[in-house]
């Protein structure tokens, strides 16, 4: 028999999931979402995700709750993570519908960056430089600049002016940042929720988002997309 009542968890934005924050409620059970700016998070959301299964095992109630997530095409899996010295399951939850939306958004955003980048490329060409090292240094400022697409210069050539030799990129080519665009689209729609309560058997991964989701439901009016 579960020890746990639903309705006795606490559940709290990203801001939560701070070191202090953590220490201060170490008492109380707690669901959160993880911020993605925690340096782990980078990685573990580009786990791979099983499909959402319904376990004979489990309640009724349960069963039903993961029916409904399986239908809507959920994917999740659960980790153990120790963070700020407190023990925590997270799951990494991806949500199709928001998948969708995401890469699209992705796709817009990778046309947007390309005409800017064109736009580098002609800047380059144009500007001379009084050593190779500053011209490959400009260039590499300008590719951090750049988040889905890269500068790729094949030759810097010097021309003489007024006696001085001055360095000009030549043949400039533009393309994609491929490994970044792919770790973007594999982790379009996902999220990744956290918990202390350490036993599945106590709370199901199903709870943990349906926990959160309704949450966030009585706060602006969300529905299981």
């Known amino acids: 028999?579960?020890?746990?009542?639903?309705?006795?968890?606490?559940?709290?934005?990203?801001?939560?999931?701070?070191?202090?924050?953590?220490?201060?409620?170490s008492n109380l059970k707690w669901i959160t979402r993880v911020p993605m700016t925690l340096k782990n998070t980078k990685e573990i959301i580009g786990s791979y995700l099983e499909k959402v299964k319904v376990s004979p095992e489990t309640d009724p109630e349960i069963q039903e709750i993961t029916r409904e997530f399986q239908k809507k095409g959920y994917k999740w899996l659960e980790q153990k993570v120790t963070y700020a010295g407190i023990k925590q399951r997270w799951l990494i939850v991806e949500s199709a519908e928001r998948k969708q939306s995401d890469i699209q958004k992705l796709n817009?955003?990778?046309?947007?960056?390309?005409?800017?980048a064109l736009k580098l490329i002609k800047k380059l060409e144009t500007t001379g430089f009084d050593t190779?090292?500053?011209?490959?240094n400009y260039l590499k400022l300008i590719n951090k600049k750049l988040k889905l697409w890269e500068l790729k210069s094949l030759e810097i050539k010097?021309?003489?002016?007024?006696?001085?030799?001055?360095?000009y990129?030549?043949?400039?080519?533009?393309?994609?940042?491929?490994?970044?665009?792919e770790r973007r689209t594999v982790a379009a729609?996902?999220?990744?929720?956290?918990?202390?309560i350490e036993s599945s058997s106590d709370l199901h991964c199903s709870e943990i988002l349906w926990n959160y989701k309704n949450q966030q439901s009585c706060e602006r009016g969300l529905v299981i997309s």
């Open 1 to 25: 028999k579960k020890q746990i009542k639903l309705d006795s968890i606490m559940v709290c934005d990203s801001a939560l999931l701070s070191q202090e924050n953590i220490q201060l409620i």
């Open 108 to 116: 817009s955003k990778i046309e947007q960056e390309k005409n800017p």
């Open 132 to 136: 190779v090292t500053q011209a490959q």
């Open 158 to 167: 010097s021309k003489k002016i007024n006696k001085q030799s001055i360095f």
């Open 169 to 181: 990129h030549y043949q400039i080519e533009t393309k994609p940042r491929v490994s970044e665009i």
């Open 189 to 196: 729609g996902r999220f990744i929720l956290a918990t202390n």
